[in-house]
Structures are given as structure tokens and as C-alpha cells.
């Protein structure tokens, strides 16, 4: 019989501590043709946030922020650190929930998460703190031009960040960023009941392939850049926002 | 330098259509053995739910459903067939949210989905819906226990289903059984600020794996059953329970 469908997902490694400034494709490309895996067509690439906002230098110290009195009222009530609450409100345009010391925030770019992306973790100092990309997919994009420029195929660049959900435990690899396929995979299923109305699945795929990168990019990135390789993606222009959903059909806000 | 971290998600193909009574570890077992991919140490198997509730039994006839009154008020001001609402009733022990036709409710089993998982589309019938397995995890289980009896390593088996979430457009496969690994996957990350609060990220490893392994299993459940090989995953005792949230910890009921 035929092979099976298959397709596989593998680190990209060697990719050094990226600071403010880094070119990211060129460490990328660097890396890729050190361990001879060359980028290849209907590949896709997952890279996470937290090298982009390193390399995009949107990386705070506390001690330059100072908190309102907002934020400091309700870090007090907390224990949480003012200043990093400070940080949360401005990287948010609306705060969806704020209890028990946490904050869940829709972010200017659409995503609701903790703390509207403001992470204290892998910044490499005790009051550093790196914010999400002003522009996921455009970070993506750059990343996407500069690898074709240096004579890597063009392939789709997925930005990857690790968000928690409602009603489940532990958090999941998602995208924050796309350059270069559709977001949303439909398949068009059966006939309904009434034999007229044509379903339509609609698959969140850059999601999908998000968490398919994280096992190879784990122990808290380590490896911030991994390869899909055998699901042959087709390269198309599109960037995150078929992922966020419009506020008439959110049921949570 | 060393071969870079990688795994690799394979369909396994030949799966027949499934009817009641099935014998699902054999129908796998035959499949794995007829394109020669025994099962390895460190697999994970994954499952769609679908083939398991045909399996076992969990296919209603809607012709056999007689609605309620509260179900066919609200199927007739939202044009729903008041018998599947009914259903998804008594398949719910708590409705999240009822809007604009649609029902979010809370299982038995505690996930919280579209219309309490019932589910009328591939079922090879315009009256027949499939309902959740009654216990997924069990139903994992059988299937790993019947895989070791017919011969195949032991790994864990990952049961599959496609749910929507808040805030983001596009269904993503998730677990809703598990046998034979933790759902929860813990990385140990750095001391935060004050340097002594050890930093610990629960990833939800099998919703990740589910999701890896839908790009294989897609055109809507043709190919029912999925192998991740590589990642080299313990085989340890545990159900799903890990992965539902507590209601005291829910910020979204």
C-alpha cells in the first residue's frame, strides 16, 4: 500500500541569546545551514515570540516604568509588582478579566492572555521583562524576506506564543503571527440533515502547527525556532487577522 | 553537530468504516501491521472520538428523541431540530452559554464544548448523531489494552476530538481521553525577580499532540487514527483528570 500521510517537525538549533538589534533571518539561515536543513518548499516555519521581542528590543526594565495609581493600588492588593501591572494596562486595550491577582487582557493586536504578553521569564535579568511584538505578522514577514534574501525558499513564518485557555489546564503553543499561508484550513464536509446546507470545518491550522513546533522547542526556549516539514503548505499572502474573532461573535468579553 | 531534536506524525490508513461493536484495538492493530509501522517505545497513538462513539454504541437516531418543552421552544426561535437540542441537554450537566442557536455546555466529563460534543456530521445518515464516549478515558484504555494483547508495544493512546475556544476563530483538535501519559507536561523554568520563586510551565501536552497529529487525520475523520513517534513519551498511569479545570479556578462559567 502507499505510504502513509505523514509529515515531521524538528528544532532548529544552535540559534544564539538574541539581543536588541539581531538580525533573526540571519541567525536562522545560519543556523539552518549548519545543521544541513536547508529550508525546502511547503515547509513552514515556527519561530518564538520571545526572540522577536529580544530582537525587536521590546525588552523593559522595571525600573524604568513607573506605575499609576491604578496599577499601584491594585498590585498592593496583589503582591504583585506595580510596575509590571503598569506595563499590562498600557500593552492592553481591554481588560477582559482582573481577579485574584491575575490580569486577562485583550492586547492592541487582538489576543486575550495573561497579563496582555508581559513576560518576566527568559529575559536573562532579575527586572527585565519582554513585551509582545508590536507586529506579529510582520515580524513574521521580515523574517520570511530576509531568509528568501539569503537564498532560503520562501515558506510561511509562524510566530508562536504560550497562552492558557478557559476551562482546560495547561497552557498550548498558539500563533501570534503569520506571513505566508491562511490561517484557517477549510474542509468542506457533507450534507446536512436537510441534504442542502454544505458544512464547513474551519481548522485554526497555524494554531495547530504552533503546538506541533512546542515539543521540540521545550525547556522554556531553549530552541526558539523549529521546522514542519511534508505537509506542503502552500506559500499565500496572508497575515494573522482571519485568527482573531470579531467582537459580535466573542460570547466572553 | 547533533542531529537536530525531531518527531514525526504518521496516519495510520485502512481503518473501515466502524459500526457498533467494533473491536477498535483490532481494527488498529490490523491497520498498523497491514502498512508495516508496528507500534515503538515512546509513540503516542491518537484517536478521533468519532470512530469511538460509533463504536461503542454512541450513535442516537434522532427519529428515536422526543424533545422536551424547553428544548423546542428555544430550537424553534433559533430553527434548530428540537431533538438534537435535547440531546445536547441531556448530554450537558451545566449550559456555559445559549445564544444565537448555539449551545456551550459543560459534559459530564467536565469539557466544556459546542453543543455538549453532539455532533451530527459524519455519521452516514441524515437522522444520526453521535454523541461523546461515555468515559474517553476508559475508551483509551481499551484500546491500549487490546493493542498490548494483540502484540504492539505499550504507549499511550490520546482520544481526539475538534473544539472551538473564545477569542480566536478556528477549531483546534484537543484531548478528551487519555491512557498511559500525563496530560500535563512540567518544565522547571528560572528563579523569578526576587530569586527564590521557582518558575514551573504546565504545558498541555496532549492537547498539543492532538492538535500534531489532525494535519494527518484531516478530511473530516477519513483517517481516524494517528501515530506521533519520537518524542519518547514515558508510559505512566493517568486519565484526563489533570486537564479539566476546577470551578473554583474557572474564570468563564
Given at each position: 500500500m502507499?505510504?502513509?500521510?505523514?509529515?515531521?517537525v524538528?528544532?532548529?538549533?544552535?540559534?544564539?541569546?538574541?539581543?536588541?538589534?539581531?538580525?533573526l533571518?540571519?541567525l536562522?539561515?545560519?543556523?539552518l545551514?549548519?545543521?544541513e536543513?536547508?529550508l525546502?518548499?511547503g515547509?513552514v516555519?515556527v519561530v518564538?515570540?520571545?526572540i522577536?521581542?529580544?530582537?525587536?528590543?521590546r525588552?523593559i526594565?522595571?525600573?524604568d516604568?513607573t506605575?499609576?495609581q491604578?496599577?499601584?493600588?491594585?498590585?498592593?492588593?496583589?503582591?504583585r509588582?506595580?510596575?509590571?501591572v503598569?506595563?499590562?494596562l498600557?500593552?492592553?486595550?481591554r481588560?477582559?478579566r482582573?481577579?485574584?491577582?491575575?490580569?486577562?487582557?485583550?492586547t492592541?493586536?487582538?489576543?486575550?492572555?495573561?497579563?496582555?504578553?508581559?513576560?518576566q521569564?527568559n529575559?536573562?535579568?532579575?527586572?527585565a521583562?519582554?513585551?509582545?511584538?508590536v507586529d506579529?505578522?510582520a515580524s513574521?514577514r521580515?523574517i520570511?524576506e530576509?531568509?528568501?534574501a539569503r537564498g532560503?525558499v520562501d515558506?510561511?513564518?509562524?510566530?508562536?506564543?504560550?497562552?492558557?485557555?478557559p476551562w482546560?489546564?495547561?497552557?498550548m503553543?498558539v500563533?501570534?503571527?503569520?506571513?505566508?499561508?491562511?490561517?484557517?484550513?477549510?474542509?468542506?464536509?457533507?450534507?446536512?440533515?436537510?441534504?442542502?446546507?454544505?458544512?464547513?470545518?474551519?481548522?485554526?491550522?497555524?494554531?495547530?502547527?504552533?503546538?506541533?513546533?512546542?515539543?521540540?522547542?521545550?525547556?522554556?526556549d531553549?530552541?526558539?525556532?523549529?521546522?514542519?516539514?511534508?505537509?506542503?503548505i502552500?506559500?499565500?499572502?496572508h497575515?494573522?487577522s482571519a485568527l482573531?474573532?470579531?467582537?459580535?461573535?466573542?460570547?466572553?468579553?
Open positions: 502507499a505510504a502513509p500521510s505523514e509529515y515531521r524538528f528544532a532548529v538549533g544552535g540559534i544564539p541569546e538574541v539581543a536588541d538589534g539581531d538580525d533571518a540571519e536562522i539561515d545560519v543556523a545551514r549548519a545543521q536543513t536547508p525546502e518548499p515547509d516555519l518564538t515570540q520571545k522577536i521581542s529580544k530582537a525587536e528590543g525588552v526594565t522595571l525600573d516604568v506605575a499609576g491604578f496599577a499601584t493600588v491594585w498590585a498592593d492588593e496583589w503582591e509588582d506595580p510596575r509590571a503598569e506595563l499590562v498600557q500593552e492592553s486595550k481588560i477582559v482582573m481577579t485574584r491577582g491575575l490580569i486577562l487582557s485583550e492592541r493586536e487582538g489576543w486575550v492572555c495573561a497579563n496582555a504578553g508581559v513576560d521569564s529575559v536573562g535579568g532579575g527586572d521583562v519582554t513585551l509582545l511584538p506579529s505578522s513574521a521580515r520570511r530576509g531568509l528568501v532560503q515558506v510561511p513564518v509562524i510566530v508562536s506564543d504560550t497562552f492558557g485557555r482546560r489546564n495547561g497552557l503553543n500563533a501570534i503571527g503569520v506571513s505566508g499561508m491562511n490561517p484557517i484550513r477549510s474542509y468542506v464536509g457533507e450534507v446536512d440533515a436537510e441534504g442542502y446546507d454544505l458544512r464547513v470545518t474551519e481548522m485554526a491550522i497555524v494554531d495547530e502547527l504552533a503546538s506541533a513546533a512546542e515539543p521540540v522547542m521545550n525547556k522554556l531553549a530552541v526558539p525556532v523549529a521546522v514542519v516539514r511534508g505537509l506542503n502552500p506559500v499565500e499572502e497575515d494573522h482573531v474573532r470579531p467582537a459580535e461573535m466573542d460570547l466572553f468579553r
